[in-house]
């Protein structure tokens, strides 16, 4: 077993997945429902949370304690439109926050708590750390997260942060499109050389409450992404909402009841749609709506064929269709350059959308993946290719990211002020190497340079480059910027350094003699590190170092001149508020020509050197300070939720051993015949008092008085049930030592036997024999006493010999008869003596002609008289 297992999770806005490499392949887990599928639900109680299925199942009866919906809430404001449209089909409660994040009310623990949708999905996050714990009996903390292709940066760090909370190592947040195209690539092994016309794949995602479209090329164990398009509201949720609206009509009409009136009766209609809809995806008939007790104790029914609902949802199908086309035109593709269409995410069974893609391509779509599991399985495949503990086929995968990105600044010099450093759909992850020229500390703005789809907010973050100087000569200083798009799709400042050009002091000379030769020494003597931290360098830098094979040489842009030069990205990596310390920084020199040439023209080297520059970065997200509160707030709620699980534990424990022992102190064949009328009176009037107590005040009580009331039950129960255990094992046991008695006593009477007329017992003593047949016979009158002694005992009464007696005596005849009866006959060899060397070869000859004993030594063949002879 592993030490330590990679997972990847498909985080989906109704349900999540949960798929781990292994060694023989990827595997998705079973939750403790063994369903495949965890829906993303948590609800609050008195007492402890609720997670995953169990939240679902009591949605209805607690819906102001259920959160759902939530992953559409991540890292946006309560102002924001989309919310506001979100927040309108949620039962729960919510409020705007002093920084304008969104705030969640529940109950819990008598009291009202305020969570932000980053702490309600890092406890869905622990629910689901803690089932692939379970299910695979070992640590989890590796993983690579899904999310939608259409995520921006501020939704990428909230997700991360959530991810902080739960205790999880994110290797990489994958875009959902990408997880779904690596599932497919990875198995296919009649992919095009790389020489060769790439294969071009279209992938449609339809799921709960988005579309997904994007255009993948692959090419013998590589892929990269092409163009994505989405619409991020539509998805099978707008189909139920549709339906729910029509039924919510035609109740109002022949029943006169309006189910928006009533939250909790709009939620059942919306579970009964959905499955009204599923069902007609296989079926064309008319099919049937029935909910009991729905309002006001009425009964209500409908129905509905998938032609009607087709009809009504034929705009949503239309954006079907304009999607698809969004994201072929971006890829530059023709339709008959096309090899094949897959389709992923559960909506895609409706038949409508499966048409709609077929009559755009003029063909049948594949089904190739499991629609269901192929993002989590891609995650999956993902994490193990970034993480040194596994071994995975290489498989290199090219992502791209979907807005527009720019940078602003303070201009100088008749510089333009802003640029676009990544545009649409720009591979990931890529760096570029921006040239400064300042004097001074100064500041750089990134934005989207136009608002994202279904997102009012085009801020980014602000980094401010510190510790600028001009030179000696009081000029600008040359500042490298390197800013860099990560493996995430998170925008960042990844490095900056500034160039001086001048003789090293004396003491910077010392200085940087010392760091080569500590370097010299690092490199002669590695094993002097520690081989677990060389294996958790490994796994921190291998994302970045996979990332960077596949990038091409990171372009260098000058602020003040129209120049670009190639500048290899090897180094740098960005995260999130990180920056170089001014007391660690590395003092780099190396002599250099100007960067326009001036060692072609024969000029002088000039000594340059790089002095790195701290970044302070102001992004949106979580401070350190806050996810330290998170964190210790959600380990104090994973300690109440085990105690509270604890406590439960030991209530069902006690209330299933009334029931069990009830039930069989009434029945012949279980208890009932070994106890007495007034012991059985006695502990049934027990066990009553403790069903009361159960159902009554003893409904809210600690752990250990459940433990002790057990303990008390258990001390009057466990005696009947040993007596019945030792009646049914007492007659298995008392057959077993006969029959090893009868078994001795034949062998000793077959040994008597065979003197004088067999040696095949030859070699047995008689003080053996002796022994043998005394532990027999001692052993036949314990039985037999005891076999009086049970029969004269009756069940109710504890028996005077146990089972474990009985097989003590049978083992320690055995002990004694056993190495006697099986006593191997010993070989007698016949004795070897050692030929003379000084004989001569017709010596040997004659004496082995004359000699029996010889003739057998020298291995000669005997004549048909001598073997007659020693016969």
């Known amino acids: 077993m592993a030490a330590m297992s990679v997972i990847g999770i498909d985080f989906g806005n109704e349900s999540c997945y949960v798929a781990v490499a ?73 409020s705007q926050q002093a920084d304008g994040s969104i705030g969640i009310h529940v109950q819990y623990l008598g009291e009202e708590h305020i969570f932000s949708p980053e702490q309600i999905t890092a406890m869905l996050f622990t629910k689901l750390k803690d089932t692939s714990e379970t299910a695979l009996q ?42 779904t195209a690596l599932c497919y690539g990875i198995y296919k092994q009649d992919l095009p050389a790389p020489e060769a016309p790439p294969r071009n794949v279209v992938f449609v995602d339809c799921g709960y409450a988005s579309l997904q479209v994007c255009v993948c090329a692959f090419h013998k164990g590589k892929l990269k992404m092409l163009s994505s398009a989405v619409d991020s509201n539509l998805g099978g949720r707008d189909i139920d909402i549709i339906l729910a609206e029509h039924f919510c009509k035609d109740f109002l009409a022949r029943y006169r009841i309006d189910p928006h009136t009533n939250p909790r009766a709009y ?22 709506l029935n909910i009991e007790c729905f309002m006001n104790e009425m009964d209500v029914h409908g129905e509905m064929k998938r032609s009607d609902m087709e009809t009504m949802c034929s705009h949503l199908f239309k954006r079907v269709q304009t999607t698809v086309l969004q994201c072929l035109a971006d890829s530059k593709l023709r339709i008959y350059e096309i090899h094949s269409i897959e389709i992923a995410g559960g909506s895609t069974r409706v038949p409508a959308v499966r048409r709609v893609i077929e009559d755009l391509f003029g063909r049948s779509v594949s089904t190739t993946l499991n ?145 080569l030769q500590q370097q010299q020494q690092q490199q002669q003597q590695p094993n002097n590190m520690d081989v677990e931290q060389q294996q958790q360098d490994n796994k921190k830098d291998k994302s970045d170092q996979e990332a960077q ?35 660690s920084r590395i003092l780099s020199w190396f002599s250099s020509g100007d960067d326009k040439g001036e060692d072609a023209k024969g000029k002088k080297k000039v000594p340059v050197r790089t002095v790195e520059l701290p970044i302070e970065a102001n992004v949106n997200g979580l401070s350190q300070r806050e996810l330290d509160a998170a964190l210790e707030k959600e380990c104090k709620m994973i300690a109440e939720d085990r105690q509270e699980n604890e406590r439960i534990d030991a209530r069902n424990a006690l209330e299933e051993y009334v029931y069990d022992l009830r039930s069989k102190l009434t029945d012949d064949y279980q208890l009932a015949t070994f106890v007495t009328e007034g012991d059985k009176d006695s502990l049934s009037r027990t066990l009553d008092e403790t069903e009361i107590w159960l159902y009554e005040e003893g409904e809210d009580c600690q752990r250990q008085i459940y433990i002790d009331r057990l303990t008390r039950l258990k001390a009057q129960g466990e005696p009947i049930k040993e007596r019945r255990r030792e009646f049914e094992g007492r007659g298995h046991a008392l057959d077993d030592l006969a029959g090893a008695l009868q078994l001795a006593k034949k062998g000793i009477d077959n040994i008597k036997a065979s003197f004088g007329k067999d040696d095949k017992y030859s070699h047995l003593t008689d003080d053996e024999i002796k022994k043998v047949e005394k532990i027999v016979q001692e052993k036949w009158a314990w039985l037999e006493e005891k076999r009086v002694v049970l029969a004269g005992t009756p069940r109710t009464q504890q028996p005077p010999v146990t089972v474990s007696q009985i097989r003590s005596e049978k083992q320690a005849l055995d002990n004694i008869v056993l190495p006697v009866l099986n006593k191997p006959k010993p070989k007698v060899e016949p004795p070897k003596e050692e030929k003379p060397k000084d004989k001569t070869a017709n010596d040997q000859k004659s004496t082995n002609q004359n000699s029996e004993g010889d003739a057998h030594q020298n291995n000669q063949p005997q004549t048909e008289e001598e073997k007659m002879d020693v016969e």
């Open 22 to 94: 292994r060694a023989g392949g990827i595997e998705t887990i079973a939750n403790d429902y063994s369903l495949r599928n965890t829906p993303s639900c948590v609800a609050f109680s008195g007492k402890n949370r609720v997670l995953g299925v169990a939240a679902k199942n009591q949605m209805v009866t607690n819906m102001k304690n259920t959160i759902y919906g939530f992953k559409r809430l991540l890292g946006r404001k309560f102002n924001d439109p989309q919310v506001q449209r979100e927040l309108k089909g949620l039962t729960y409660k919510t």
């Open 138 to 179: 070992t640590a989890v903390n590796d993983c690579v997260i899904s999310v939608p292709s259409y995520y921006t940066q501020n939704e990428r760090q909230a997700l991360l942060d959530a991810a902080r909370i739960a205790g999880l190592n994110v290797l990489r947040l994958f875009n959902e499109t990408t997880a």
């Open 267 to 288: 939620l059942r209609l919306l579970a009964e749609v959905e499955k009204l809809k599923k069902q007609m995806s296989a079926n064309s008939t008319t099919l049937p």
């Open 371 to 515: 629609q269901d599991e192929a993002v989590s399985r891609g995650c999956a495949l993902q994490c193990a290719m970034l993480s040194p503990a596994v071994r995975v086929r290489e498989f290199s995968v090219t992502d791209i990211q979907p807005y527009p990105l720019k940078l602003t600044w303070d201009p100088t010099q008749g510089e333009e002020g802003e640029m676009e450093v990544f545009g649409h759909n720009h591979p990931i992850p890529f760096s570029k190497m921006l040239t400064f020229y300042r004097s001074n500390s100064f500041t750089l703005t990134a934005s989207y340079n136009t608002p994202p789809s279904s997102y009012p907010e085009t801020h980014i973050g602000v980094f401010v480059i510190k510790n600028v100087k001009p030179t000696p000569e009081g000029e600008a200083s040359k500042v490298k910027v390197k800013v860099r798009i990560n493996l995430n799709g998170i925008l960042t400042i990844a490095s900056a350094s500034l160039v001086e050009k001048r003789e090293p002091t004396q003491q910077e000379k010392e200085e940087e003699e010392k760091l």
């Open 549 to 583: 094979a596949n990038e091409p040489p990171a372009p260098e842009v000058s602020m003040d001149k129209t120049r670009r030069n190639s500048d290899a990205d090897n180094t740098g990596r960005g995260v999130r508020g990180s920056a170089p310390s001014c007391s």
